[in-house]
């Protein structure tokens, strides 16, 4: 033994020079390092090699099997450089970029002695490695079911080339692809079609298949006679051959849903308002209450009371409502002034007069009844120059505005019918000599229905022909 505590890192060779002590062999990596650059004074080996400094891919400037161990004879053929796939750490493990290797080409090298090929349990394919492994990694790999028979999976799926059906599956014949998806096993589908009704509970027993709940409505019937094989939820209940009146035997709170807290106070079987169909809508009978007693229900707390739009009013609800439905309501116009109408129909307590209305002064209820607003009964004329019109005179002959008011179109001959119809007068049919021609002014005939006479000469002495009230407003037309 030789202890070398003290001696000067680098003065390895001062001794081990081949005379005093062992030095470096003949075959020995040709350095002029120290020797405890790379070994120890423990011993010779194992020894390390700093390769810090030395030029990627350059490595079999040493690595040539004879300065330093080389490529083996079963290495993987290839031109690459040692650092492409090694490290100086260690050979193993070496990474191999799979760049640029094309795609099926994988057997070339996996052929189990250029590199890792199939082993001998792998699923029989003759599919190329990259239809479902990546370079990344064997596994996970992935598998394309895609041209697969259906039908045909238990060929591969029989729990020796691939996993099969598990011990506690379900009990049954059908192929695999009848409930399960290539995507996955989970989650899975089940065909209930042809299931026998009333048979749920061959599998649905708790063992084969989920069964009743401990906490299910207790009943002997099958589960199909509420459920369905689409979900269990949402599930219908037949109320068929329930006795009227005995509802609250199931929906007492702890069977069934029973009456909430909120409900209104009765005593009255659920039924009586209440559809098997569903809680709501729900009817109520009002039969027997008594008229006029409607707020001692309808307060706003035991049942909906008066809305705070309603129209001021003390009376009772049913004075205008109806106990079959809040809308339409009715309402009592006896008793109203006349006159008021807008007192309410202001467009605020209740419907008042359209932007479109005939432009008037009037009340309502000179038109207007109180039954309906349209159709209008009637409509007076106030003027004291409007006469009444034959037949062929309609509202818009004269009321060619939206107003009440018609201004005369010729004011120069108000309030006669010439105010009006100056427009139609034809002077060469209104003759007062017939030889030479001499005829009437608008203004000598301003009043349509007076009379004209037809004289002998322009001396107008002596009438020749009477012509009295020619033109009347009910013959409807001149």
Same mark, same amino acid.
């Given at each position: 033994?030789?202890?070398?505590?003290?001696?000067?890192?680098?003065?390895?060779?001062?001794?081990?020079?081949?005379?005093?002590?062992?030095?470096?062999?003949?075959?020995?990596?040709?350095?002029?390092?120290?020797?405890?650059?790379?070994?120890?004074?423990?011993?010779?080996?194992?020894?390390?090699?700093? *390769?810090? #400094?030395? =030029?990627?891919?350059?490595?079999?400037?040493? @690595?040539?099997? !004879? %300065? $330093?161990?080389?490529? &083996?004879?079963?290495?993987?053929?290839?031109?690459?450089?040692?650092?492409?796939?090694?490290?100086?750490?260690?050979?193993?493990?070496?990474?191999?970029?799979?760049?640029?290797?094309?795609?099926?080409?994988?057997?070339?090298?996996?052929?189990?002695?250029?590199?890792?090929?199939?082993?001998?349990?792998?699923?029989?394919?003759?599919?190329?490695?990259?239809?479902?492994?990546?370079?990344?990694?064997?596994?996970?790999?992935?598998?394309?079911?895609?041209?697969?028979?259906?039908?045909?999976?238990?060929?591969? *799926?029989? #729990?020796? =080339?691939?996993?099969?059906?598990?011990?506690? @599956?379900?009990? !049954? %014949? $059908?192929?695999?692809? &009848?409930?399960?998806?290539?995507?996955?096993?989970?989650?899975?589908?089940?065909?209930?079609?042809?299931?026998?009704?009333?048979?749920?509970?061959?599998?649905?027993?708790?063992?084969?298949?989920?069964?009743?709940?401990?906490?299910?409505?207790?009943?002997?019937?099958?589960?199909?006679?509420?459920?369905?094989?689409?979900?269990?939820?949402?599930?219908?209940?037949?109320?068929?051959?329930?006795?009227?009146?005995?509802?609250?035997?199931?929906?007492?709170?702890?069977?069934?849903?029973?009456?909430?807290?909120? *409900?209104?106070?009765? =005593?009255?079987?659920?039924?009586?308002?209440?559809?098997?169909?569903?809680?709501?809508?729900?009817?109520?009978?009002?039969?027997?209450?008594?008229?006029?007693?409607?707020?001692?229900?309808?307060?706003?707390?035991?049942?909906?009371?008066?809305?705070?739009?309603?129209?001021?009013?003390?009376?009772?609800?049913?004075?205008?409502?109806?106990?079959?439905?809040?809308?339409?309501?009715?309402?009592?116009?006896?008793?109203?002034?006349?006159?008021?109408?807008?007192?309410?129909?202001?467009?605020?307590?209740?419907?008042?007069?359209?932007?479109?209305?005939?432009?008037?002064?009037?009340?309502?209820?000179?038109?207007?009844?109180?039954?309906?607003?349209?159709?209008?009964?009637?409509?007076?004329?106030?003027?004291?120059?409007?006469?009444?019109?034959?037949?062929?005179?309609?509202?818009?002959?004269?009321?060619?505005?939206?107003?009440?008011?018609?201004?005369?179109?010729?004011?120069?001959?108000?309030?006669?019918?010439?105010?009006?119809?100056?427009?139609?007068?034809?002077?060469?049919?209104?003759?007062?000599?017939?030889?030479?021609?001499?005829?009437?002014?608008?203004?000598?005939?301003?009043?349509?229905?007076?009379?004209?006479?037809?004289?002998?000469?322009?001396?107008?002495?002596?009438?020749?022909?009477?012509?009295?009230?020619?033109?009347?407003?009910?013959?409807?037309?001149?």
């Amino acid at each position: 033994m030789f202890n070398h505590a003290g001696v000067a890192a680098g003065s390895c060779a001062t001794c081990h020079n081949g005379t005093t002590a062992k030095g470096k062999p003949a075959n020995h990596l040709a350095t002029t390092a120290s020797c405890d650059s790379c070994h120890r004074t423990t011993g010779w080996i194992p020894a390390t090699f700093s *390769h810090t #400094g030395v =030029t990627p891919g350059t490595c079999a400037t040493c @690595h040539n099997g !004879t %300065t $330093a161990k080389g490529k &083996s004879a079963n290495h993987l053929a290839t031109n690459a450089s040692c650092d492409t796939c090694h490290r100086t750490t260690g050979w193993i493990p070496a990474t191999f970029s799979h760049t640029g290797v094309a795609p099926g080409t994988c057997a070339t090298c996996h052929n189990g002695t250029t590199a890792k090929g199939k082993p001998s349990n792998h699923l029989p394919t003759t599919a190329s490695c990259d239809t479902c492994h990546r370079t990344t990694g064997w596994t996970p790999a992935t598998f394309s079911h895609t041209g697969v028979t259906p039908g045909t999976c238990a060929t591969c *799926h029989n #729990g020796t =080339t691939a996993k099969g059906k598990p011990a506690n @599956h379900l009990a !049954t %014949t $059908a192929s695999c692809d &009848s409930c399960h998806r290539t995507t996955g096993w989970i989650p899975a589908t089940f065909s209930h079609t042809g299931v026998a009704p009333g048979t749920c509970a061959t599998c649905h027993n708790g063992t084969t298949a989920k069964g009743k709940p401990s906490n299910h409505l207790p009943t002997t019937a099958s589960c199909d006679s509420c459920h369905r094989t689409t979900g269990w939820t949402p599930a219908t209940f037949s109320h068929t051959g329930v006795t009227p009146g005995t509802c609250a035997t199931c929906h007492n709170g702890t069977t069934a849903t029973g009456k909430p807290a909120n *409900h209104l106070p009765t =005593t009255a079987s659920c039924d009586s308002c209440h559809r098997t169909t569903g809680w709501i809508p729900a009817t109520f009978s009002h039969t027997g209450v008594t008229p006029g007693t409607c707020a001692t229900c309808h307060n706003g707390t035991t049942a909906k009371g008066k809305p705070v739009n309603h129209l001021p009013t003390t009376a009772s609800c049913d004075t205008c409502h109806r106990t079959t439905a809040w809308i339409p309501a009715s309402f009592s116009h006896a008793n109203v002034t006349p006159g008021t109408c807008a007192t309410c129909h202001n467009g605020t307590t209740a419907t008042g007069k359209p932007s479109g209305h005939f432009v008037t002064t009037r009340s309502c209820d000179s038109c207007h009844r109180t039954t309906a607003w349209t159709p209008t009964s009637s409509y007076t004329h106030s003027s004291p120059y409007y006469k009444a019109h034959g037949s062929g005179l309609t509202c818009s002959s004269c009321h060619t505005s939206n107003n009440e008011v018609i201004p005369w179109k010729y004011a120069a001959y108000k309030p006669d019918c010439a105010g009006c119809h100056a427009g139609n007068f034809k002077a060469g049919e209104h003759k007062k000599v017939a030889s030479p021609t001499v005829l009437y002014t608008v203004a000598e005939l301003r009043d349509c229905s007076g009379a004209c006479h037809i004289y002998t000469n322009s001396s107008l002495t002596t009438i020749k022909q009477s012509r009295s009230g020619h033109h009347h407003a009910t013959d409807g037309g001149f």
